[in-house]
């Protein structure tokens, strides 16, 4: 029980960190480029300091929250949550100013890495009981989870239901995918490309 609980209060840890990604399209819609370089900034800054933490430098504040959000099988590696949680809100960024999709498919794809992925992890650890061998070991509580919190933010973004549904069934089957941290880059990429073929 002491280590479920455990498993719980650090997936909830992890998932916070996973939320704060939603503040990212409303400061894009103030300046998408200082946006852009502040996410570049973070996922450097946090790079160097976690090689200084494997390398026994303790960093206040950062190497005490690192520890508390790590799981038991990133025991002395690189925690990489961080990193590919910045650089799948980057990468979106930097397709939209590319113009391969809107910044509302954008907004939709990073919704969906912040509380697709999260909703969807806290779920399936405090209630997920039936995991058919086709979700790879996640949870069908958790996958439905994920799939109404992210058409719901999907409509609240583009009020289209057909963009909120298909959105939601990508974000949906890449969670389910045995990605680890990758999905997060994975996610929220192929989520906006396919909020933009139904919004275009």
């Given at each position: 029980?002491?280590?479920?609980?455990?498993?719980?209060?650090?997936?909830?840890?992890?998932?916070?960190?996973?939320?704060?990604?939603?503040?990212?399209?409303?400061m894009a819609a103030i300046n998408r480029n200082f946006t852009i370089i502040?996410?570049a900034a973070g996922v450097l800054s946090y790079t160097l300091m976690e090689?200084?933490?494997?390398?026994?430098?303790?960093?206040?504040?950062?190497?005490?929250?690192?520890?508390?959000?790590?799981?038991?099988?990133?025991?002395?590696?690189?925690?990489?949550?961080?990193?590919?949680?910045?650089?799948?809100?980057?990468?979106?960024?930097?397709?939209?100013?590319?113009?391969?999709?809107?910044?509302?498919?954008a907004s939709i794809a990073i919704y969906a890495l912040a509380f697709g992925?999260?909703?969807?992890?806290?779920?399936?650890?405090?209630?997920?009981?039936?995991?058919?061998?086709?979700?790879?070991?996640?949870?069908?509580?958790?996958?439905?989870?994920?799939?109404?919190?992210?058409?719901?933010?999907?409509?609240?973004?583009?009020?289209?239901?057909?963009?909120?549904?298909?959105?939601?069934?990508?974000?949906?089957?890449?969670?389910?995918?045995?990605?680890?941290?990758?999905?997060?880059?994975?996610?929220?990429?192929?989520?906006?490309?396919?909020?933009?073929?139904?919004?275009?």
């Amino acid at each position: 029980m002491a280590k479920t609980s455990r498993g719980i209060q650090t997936e909830i840890i992890r998932k916070t960190i996973h939320f704060l990604i939603a503040l990212v399209p409303l400061m894009a819609a103030i300046n998408r480029n200082f946006t852009i370089i502040f996410l570049a900034a973070g996922v450097l800054s946090y790079t160097l300091m976690e090689c200084l933490r494997l390398a026994g430098i303790r960093i206040p504040l950062v190497s005490r929250l690192t520890s508390l959000a790590s799981r038991a099988r990133d025991a002395g590696h690189f925690v990489w949550g961080p990193v590919t949680l910045g650089l799948g809100a980057l990468a979106v960024l930097v397709l939209s100013a590319l113009s391969l999709y809107s910044f509302q498919a954008a907004s939709i794809a990073i919704y969906a890495l912040a509380f697709g992925d999260g909703i969807s992890s806290l779920v399936g650890k405090s209630f997920g009981r039936l995991r058919p061998a086709l979700l790879c070991g996640k949870s069908v509580e958790g996958s439905a989870a994920c799939f109404a919190v992210v058409s719901c933010a999907a409509y609240l973004v583009s009020g289209n239901v057909p963009a909120a549904l298909v959105s939601a069934l990508a974000a949906t089957i890449i969670d389910a995918l045995p990605l680890k941290e990758y999905d997060n880059l994975v996610l929220p990429v192929v989520v906006g490309f396919a909020a933009e073929m139904i919004l275009r």
